[in-house]
């Protein structure tokens, strides 16, 4: 099924263009910047977004490949905007609540849990709130397809993307407290909507 391109989204992505020309990146890396952007309208993405087109290419043939994407989340999953995805999002199960006072964790870092027992190596993983999230995600030895790391928040945000960096895992991150639901789900529907195009 194809997307149909609101005139919106067309006049948008004019503007940005105008405003800044990113046919430097590569294919895909430009496809997330230009989404990311679009959907925050803040071209200070640009600059501190960190893509590699090898973990994006790796990333999208894992998407085609039909591979489970969890999200930290309600709201990034809400974001995600392709249907037919294995969406996998713990944090409002009971259990995750639980498991969190249990363990002395956030619920997040327990949904991160929960979900890796369901979905095994391999999967997408997409991480937009919560940086507690990313940092469980980066001790388990999850082995990701790829990981969108964007969670926002003045603790722990930066710092948990700089270890996701570091970490050497295949992954789309920015450098800062910035991030959010909305950017993580459209760093990934960037990806959805170059598999629509194929």
């Known amino acids: 099924m194809n997307r149909v391109v609101h005139p919106i989204e067309v006049e948008s992505y ?23 952007v679009h959907a925050s309208a803040d071209l200070a993405y640009v600059d501190e977004l960190v893509c ?10 894992t998407l085609r490949a039909g591979a ?12 995600i905007t ?17 498991l ?3 363990a002395g964790i956030t619920r997040s870092a327990a949904a991160v849990r929960i979900a890796l027992e369901r ?3 391999g999967a997408v993983w997409v991480v937009g709130c919560a940086p507690t999230a990313l940092v469980e995600l980066l001790t388990l030895g999850a082995a990701p397809a790829l990981v969108v790391g964007l969670p926002v928040g003045f603790v722990g945000a930066a710092e948990s993307k700089a270890a996701l960096r570091a970490s050497g895992l295949p992954a789309v991150s920015n450098v ?13 529907n960037a990806l959805l909507y170059v598999e629509e195009k194929s």
């Open 14 to 36: 004019r503007i940005l263009r105008e405003r800044v020309d990113l046919s430097h990146l590569p294919p895909l890396s430009r496809a997330v910047t230009e989404r990311v």
């Open 52 to 61: 590699d087109e090898a973990a994006l290419e790796s990333g999208l043939a």
């Open 68 to 79: 489970p994407v969890v999200t930290d989340v309600a709201m990034v999953a809400a974001g």
């Open 82 to 98: 392709r249907a037919g995805l294995e969406l996998v999002c713990p944090v409002a199960e009971p259990a995750a609540a639980a």
């Open 100 to 102: 969190g006072r249990t």
């Open 119 to 121: 979905v095994g190596p």
């Open 176 to 188: 800062g407290e910035k991030g959010g639901s909305a950017v993580a789900a459209a760093a990934l």
